[in-house]
């Protein structure tokens, strides 16, 4: 089982469409949060998969829970707790850019400690085969505190840390913590994942070689957007490129390259991802997947299309199945 480790958030937009915040006349909730969007998809593809972070007891908690349970995500490591559950103010700026207004502070996804795992009837480790999860999974202590215990668990029992990047340099007031958490994490890394903006974010030019000097022992996977992916897997380098289509939303576009990859690669096993051929198969489905999320309004809306029979396509080395997969993942 995959465990995604980290925030759940509502995610607000403005409207009407286009509209700037300061602009918009209302705003509409979608479910967001990377790892949850990772752990939605992952559930929709029919992959097992646990989402583990907490969730405040109050009506956007609500939601979103019920958003995890209906795309067949386990969310008995998602406790509720008093904090209230956090919010993002959502801006597309065009160019397939956006920013993000948090409302995080003294959340209830900062709130997760090792103490809250120790006390869920189930362990959040328990059967778990891969932990997915970037730095936001440090950015409070006692949420470092977590997360720590989660790659302590994950190497004792072998299981495979995929780390996204997901850079959010605004959240850290402390460089030297934010420094820590990045070397922590890419210590554990059997995948790393980022995008062009992750690189740039870390002051480094976007490439795949600067990525792999992050975790000289892991996978690495850069996104670049509409112009496709690369990947370094052992001594060769795949490129996927992809075509540059509009773009609704690049919101979640990430995500769900995320989900993808990660679903291949765990319904495949070694007899995939100990092969060339099998992460080229992996990269094609990330890349479709987030073909189809940028396609729609909201981080996870276009991938409701998508379910198990997909994932069987890209298994069999059709990465190409999802229609519009001229997008890339951001």
């Known amino acids: 089982m995959i465990v995604s480790f980290g925030e759940a958030l509502v995610d607000l937009y403005g409207m009407p469409e286009g509209s700037t915040l300061d602009t918009a006349e209302s705003f509409v909730p979608f479910p967001g949060g990377a790892p949850a969007n990772v752990a939605s998809t992952l559930g929709r593809l029919g992959v097992p998969v646990r989402f583990c972070g907490a969730v405040g007891a109050d009506a956007h908690g609500a939601r979103l829970l019920q958003h995890l349970k209906g795309s067949g995500v386990d969310v008995s490591a998602a406790p509720t707790v008093a904090q209230r559950t956090g919010i993002t103010f959502v801006e597309r700026l065009g160019g397939g850019r956006r920013s993000f207004l948090f409302y995080r502070q003294g959340g209830a996804d900062l709130a997760l400690s090792e103490a809250l795992l120790e006390a869920l009837p189930v362990a959040p480790w328990e059967a778990m085969s891969a932990l997915a999860l970037g730095t936001s999974a440090l950015v409070s202590p006692s949420l470092e505190g977590a997360a720590r215990r989660l790659l302590r668990e994950a190497r004792a029992r ?20 934010f420094q820590s958490a990045l070397d922590t994490l890419c210590a554990h890394a059997w995948l790393l994942k980022a995008s062009e903006e992750d690189l740039q974010a870390l002051g480094r030019e976007p490439t795949l070689e600067n990525l792999q000097a992050l975790a000289p022992g892991a996978f690495a996977v850069l996104t ?35 989900a993808g990859l990660l679903a291949v690669l765990e319904r495949g096993g ?5 092969t060339v051929e099998g992460w080229r198969r992996a990269v094609a489905f990330g890349q479709a997947l987030g073909a189809l999320a940028v396609g ?25 199945m999802v229609s519009n997969a001229g997008h890339g993942a951001r």
Request: glycine share 12%.
């Open 296 to 320: 729609a309004l909201g981080p996870v809306e276009g991938l409701r299309c998508v379910g198990p029979r997909e994932l069987e396509g890209a298994l069999a080395g059709d990465g190409g």
């Open 158 to 177: 072998e299981a495979r840390v995929c780390v996204d990047l997901n850079v959010r340099a605004h959240l850290w007031q402390d460089r030297a913590r």
């Open 224 to 258: 670049r957007g509409a112009r496709g992916a690369e990947a370094q897997v052992w001594d060769t380098t795949l490129h996927l490129p992809t075509s540059a289509l509009e773009e609704r939303d690049p919101v979640g576009a990430g995500d769900a390259f995320l």
């Open 270 to 274: 070694s007899a995939l991802w100990s």
